[in-house]
């Protein structure tokens, strides 16, 4: 399996080269959910729940459904009649979770009642029509409250707010905290925050009554989304065709509306014209089942005088909100890197999800790495406070050396390759930490609060599902295949063609840039389409940092194809043996002998119009599929709940300086350097700004973002005014040192590395600005920490 | 309930044109829906992220923050319109390609519209100047590295062109 790379030897990989889809956008001719327009399209607006726990005593639609305009009311009680639950991941068969609440309401701004109407106006006008009477129950919003028996349930057919309860224990963990000469326990709270794209979730559907066929575009990033939409409305796979072919404004993770898709696909069959949904930022926010992780983490760690680690305990609270579809997973996917970069022999996880009157949770950029990596490493700062050591000579202490890959973890993954020190080198080197120090002690001796922070964080990927298993028993999925086809026209020209939709990552370029590379032919001549789901291109869609591994590995497993193909042709037709072709810029010679040539055009004339001139054995027309399992995949977990989860493992290490303004609280980034090793980087550019980015939204997280609840289970932030994403003026210039470790599983030597950035910021922020806070003795250990926060924070230890 | 009709009469990208809309149809939406120019994308209807912007008679402002009924009469600039006449994309839409200042997209027609904005006035921004005129739209694919990248490298291609 493993191979040598030599990024050198790349012509197109690697390279500054600029991308296929910029042109698009920077014109105005992206092609997004809301962009199409459908012949006669109706338009849905939603009613939501005022309560966060409720019974719905009756709902009248007259007066709505007078209303010049308005086609239909549909209501959960038809709604649950005609379609089934959508998917849960854990073992919850009685956590039923339907598009339309029926009977009961379990958050504040679930959808009760769908409207549809000639305009999204109408039908906004028609939803303030309709009268809902309920009765409200009692609620649960806070998740330590939830787990406890005797309070308000969920889900009372459930028995439980506790949706997935796990024990791991892994080495060992008694033996390690027994003998350690030191022992902390800390707590940190990640807040309930999300990706929040700027573009809201949206679907339209059309029923072809003639085809029997439900045609369905939406902004979809999810795996499995078209067998589910089928599953819940009741039709055969290869009834429900979703187009891939939409442009999807920005994802990282929560794009999964397939409560919004089974809806709308519903109410384009049973009304027989096409129908839609595009969601408004309250919708999106309040009722679109979208926010991210919300976890407290009770950590204990065991460790030796020089900061040796023995031992770590980690209990992890999730508050998963009112529903579950492969949210609590997000517990499981950390598993694949639960010591972090660290040899950590001994192991205690336990993850708990617990049901609250929250919007529910869904996947987040990092499935619950991100939280993991904090909670990790600000345990390791307060292991570093507690020995009076440099954080950094802990860290280094503890990073798995280099001579040590490839690593296996207590948990069963092991890590294919990296360099830690050296990026965290280079990353100090780059932002000059000896001056760095320097500053931020003349700050202090200025007045001012000033802090550095160091996070040390991998970034597991090449997205597979062994989490599935280890977490519910009964599923027992082994590989998240991806796959691409790659055809050469008649005219010679080369098109590939992908089987997922893309949300900003750049999968054109990178499939014509692989596919480039191997048939080495110019990529910005090669056009990247997408199959829709019935023509049969398998895709897990891209999560988990996966896409530069398997879309990537299946590009170049197809293109692979057919350069043999167009080699044996040459072999056949020059009479030769395969082995004395040379292949060159598509052309084929004898070995030696570069009189005796075929040209590309030769070579693909013979493939789609020469049968006598084929060699025998070999298919016409130029075509080839490959579909790419996941490198390491393929086994169930093992009985001492040890799997090997992802393949790959990227590594970020942040630095960070903060200061604090002293009079108004107000925190300010002022120096930021991400040393990042993903591998060879197939399009720097497209690396680098998915960092940036990353690091942005890890920004928010640590210090703005949140979806705060009031104690009567009210959203607080359903807007922009008041859930805060950081703009230009919050996120500072920041600085990328690249290192590369070439993974030894992957075609190219690639890793992922579209979680980058965000898996370790938030964790490094917070170490900043706790070693501001630690001279005035301040600490905070709760996400975001927002300016209000550390205001509290400042003025209490000022208190006489 | 039948809604009221009026005519609007405006100017975009210098082709004029005329719609019979209802009053509280927005500026984006007549946009986008009457005269099916959709580079101009929503985000969040109530003027924070900036998707929408436009320029507006050569200022720039929020389109879903404005009937289109206001904009009777007035000239519209959107993303489609700063092209070059073939429709290429223009030096400044030119340089976030080369700078690859976007990712999914969906911000980036009012980023343009912002950045333009900017270069209409300041021929030279600095770093801080780009990000204060980007301030008010929001991204969340690149972190603004790239855009404040781009913009400086349209400004300095800008100038060059001017010499």
């Excluded at chain 1, 470790?741 to 890793?751: D, E, I, V, Y």
Aim: net charge negative.
């Amino acid at each position: 399996m493993s191979n040598v790379i030599d990024p050198q030897t790349f012509r197109y990989i690697g390279k500054k080269r600029r991308t296929k889809e910029d042109p698009r956008f920077v014109t105005g001719h992206g092609r997004y959910v809301a962009d199409i327009a459908l012949a006669g399209v109706k338009h849905v607006a939603l009613v939501a729940s005022p309560h966060p726990s409720a019974r719905i005593v009756s709902i009248k639609t007259e007066a709505a459904l007078a209303l010049r305009g308005v086609h239909y009311v549909l209501t959960g009680e038809e709604f649950c009649a005609e379609t089934d639950a959508l998917a849960i991941g854990v073992d919850a068969p009685n956590v039923a979770r339907y598009s339309l609440a029926k009977d009961v309401v379990r958050y504040a701004g679930e959808w009760v009642a769908a409207v549809v109407a000639d305009t999204r106006a109408i039908a906004e006008d028609a939803v303030e029509l309709i009268e809902v009477e309920y009765e409200p129950t009692p609620h649960v919003i806070d998740p330590e409250k939830a787990v406890k028996d005797g309070g308000p349930l969920v889900h009372p057919a459930h028995g439980s707010n506790v949706i997935l309860q796990k024990h791991f224990t892994w080495g060992p963990v008694e033996d390690a905290f027994a003998r350690a000469k030191h022992k902390l326990s800390l707590r940190v709270i990640w807040g309930r925050s999300s990706t929040v794209p700027i573009e809201t979730f949206g679907v339209a559907a059309q029923w072809d009554a003639g085809q029997q066929i439900l045609d369905i575009w939406a902004s979809i990033q999810m795996p499995k989304f078209p067998d589910q939409a089928a599953r819940s409305l009741r039709l055969p796979g290869n009834a429900v065709r979703v187009h891939f072919d939409v442009d999807v404004g920005g994802s990282y993770g929560v794009k999964r509306g397939i409560k919004h898709t089974v809806l709308v696909g519903y109410l384009a069959k049973r009304l027989g014209f096409p129908v839609r949904l595009i969601e408004d930022r309250l919708e999106n926010m309040r009722g679109g089942d979208m926010h991210g992780p919300d976890r407290i983490f009770d950590m204990q760690v065991a460790f030796d005088d020089d900061g040796t680690l023995r031992g770590l305990k980690i209990h992890a609270l999730d508050d998963v909100g009112a529903y579950a579809g492969r949210s609590p997973f997000q517990l499981g996917k950390p598993v694949t890197a639960i010591c972090g970069p660290y040899r950590i022999a001994a192991i205690e996880y336990v993850p708990t999800a617990v049901l609250t009157n929250k919007t529910p949770e869904e996947a987040v950029r990092g499935f619950g790495q991100a939280p993991t990596n904090f909670a990790i490493e600000r345990t390791i700062d307060c292991v570093a406070r507690h020995l009076k050591m440099d954080p950094i000579e802990v860290r280094r202490r503890n990073l798995i050396r280099k001579e040590e890959f490839p690593y296996l973890i207590p948990s069963g993954s092991t890590y294919d390759s990296g360099d830690y020190h050296a990026v965290l080198d280079k990353a100090l080197a780059a932002i000059d930490y000896p001056a760095l120090l320097k500053q931020r002690d003349d700050a202090r001796r200025a007045g001012k609060l000033a802090g550095i922070g160091i996070s040390t964080c991998l970034e597991p990927n090449g997205g597979n599902s062994g989490f599935e298993p280890l977490l519910n028993p009964k599923n027992d999925s082994t590989t998240w295949m991806d796959s691409c086809v790659v055809r050469v026209d008649l005219s010679g020209a080369i098109t590939g063609v992908m089987g997922t939709s893309s949300s900003g990552q750049g999968h054109e370029t990178l499939v014509s840039t692989v596919i480039g590379e191997v048939l080495e032919r110019e990529p910005a001549d090669i056009r990247v389409v997408r199959a829709d789901s019935l023509q049969a291109l398998p895709s897990n869609s891209p999560v988990g940092s996966r896409m530069a591994i398997m879309l990537g590995g299946a590009a170049a497993g197809a293109a692979r194809k057919i350069k043999d193909t167009l080699i044996e042709i040459a072999a056949h037709n020059l009479k030769c043996t395969i082995e004395s072709v040379e292949y060159r810029d598509g052309n084929a010679s004898v070995r030696g002998h570069p009189d005796q040539r075929m040209t590309w055009d030769e070579l693909i004339a013979i493939a789609h119009r020469k049968i006598h001139q084929m060699p025998p054995g070999i298919e016409p027309g130029l075509q080839a599929k490959f579909v790419f399992e996941v490198p390491t995949g393929g086994k169930l977990p093992a009985a001492d709940n040890t799997v090997q989860i992802y393949p790959c493992y990227s590594f970020e290490a942040h630095v960070v300086y903060v200061e604090i303004d002293a009079d108004t609280a107000a925190p300010t980034l002022r120096k930021y350097v991400c040393g990042h090793d993903c591998g060879v980087m197939i399009t720097p550019d497209i690396v680098h700004g998915m960092t940036y980015g990353g690091i942005a939204h890890g920004i928010g997280a640590a210090l703005y973002e949140k979806f705060s609840y009031t104690a009567d289970g009210q959203l607080e932030s359903g807007t922009f005014m008041d859930y805060l994403l950081p703009s230009a003026m919050e996120v500072p210039t920041i600085t990328i040192v690249d290192h590369c470790t070439p993974s030894p599983l992957t075609t190219f030597g690639q890793k992922g590395s579209g979680e980058a950035g965000y898996l370790g910021a938030p964790a490094a922020i917070a170490n900043a600005i706790n070693d501001a806070l630690a001279p005035i003795n301040a600490r905070i250990d709760t996400l975001p920490i927002t300016h209000d926060a550390l205001w509290r924070a400042m003025q209490n230890t000022k208190a006489p | 309930m039948s809604e009221t009709l009026y005519p609007v009469t405006l100017e975009v990208n210098g082709v004029l044109h005329t719609a019979r809309v209802p009053a509280r149809l927005s500026l984006v939406d007549c946009l986008r829906d009457e005269l099916r120019l959709t580079g101009t994308h929503i985000g969040c209807e109530h003027g924070i992220c900036g998707a929408c912007s436009v320029m507006l008679d050569g200022e720039p402002v929020r389109s879903c923050l404005m009937f289109a009924v206001q904009a009777d009469g007035h000239k519209v600039t959107t993303v489609e319109g700063l092209t070059n006449a073939d429709g290429t994309p223009g030096i400044l839409q030119d340089s976030f390609c080369e700078k690859h200042a976007l990712q999914c997209g969906y911000c980036t027609s009012g980023m343009l519209i912002a950045a333009h904005a900017l270069l209409q006035t300041v021929k030279r921004p600095t770093d801080e100047q780009i990000r204060e005129a980007i301030g008010g739209n929001l991204c969340r694919c690149t972190g603004y590295q790239q855009i404040v990248d781009a913009v400086k490298h349209a400004a300095a291609r800008l100038g060059e062109k001017g010499r």
